[in-house]
C-alpha cells in the first residue's frame, strides 16, 4: 500500500486555523468539545483532533458543527 505524502504546511496552517475559528464559536456559544461532539454524533477525540488541526475535517462534519454552533460554514473556514 502506497504511503500517503503529507499535506504541504501551507494546509496545515489553515486547518489550524479553521480549528481556531471553530474553538471560537464553540466557547461562544458556551459549549464544552464534549457537548459539540454529542450534538453531532461524534466521539470527543476526533472532535478534539479537528479543532487542534490535527485532523482534516471532511465537509459532512464541518457542515454539521457549523449547524450545531448555528454559524455560517464559511466564518468557520475563513483564514
Known amino acids: 500500500m502506497p504511503r500517503s ?3 504541504p504546511d501551507w494546509v496545515i496552517a489553515r486547518r489550524r ?3 481556531d475559528h471553530i474553538r ?3 466557547l461562544a456559544a458556551g459549549l464544552t468539545q ?3 461532539a454529542l450534538r ?3 466521539d470527543r477525540a476526533t472532535y478534539n483532533r479537528i479543532e487542534q488541526g490535527h485532523s482534516a ?3 459532512d462534519s464541518l457542515l454539521l458543527i457549523a449547524d450545531a ?3 455560517p460554514l464559511a466564518d468557520l473556514v475563513r483564514t
Open 5 to 7: 505524502v503529507p499535506p
Open 40 to 42: 453531532i454524533g461524534m
Open 69 to 71: 454552533l448555528s454559524v
Open 24 to 26: 471560537a464559536a464553540r
Open 17 to 19: 486555523a479553521i480549528g
Open 34 to 36: 464534549e457537548q459539540l
Open 57 to 59: 475535517a471532511l465537509l
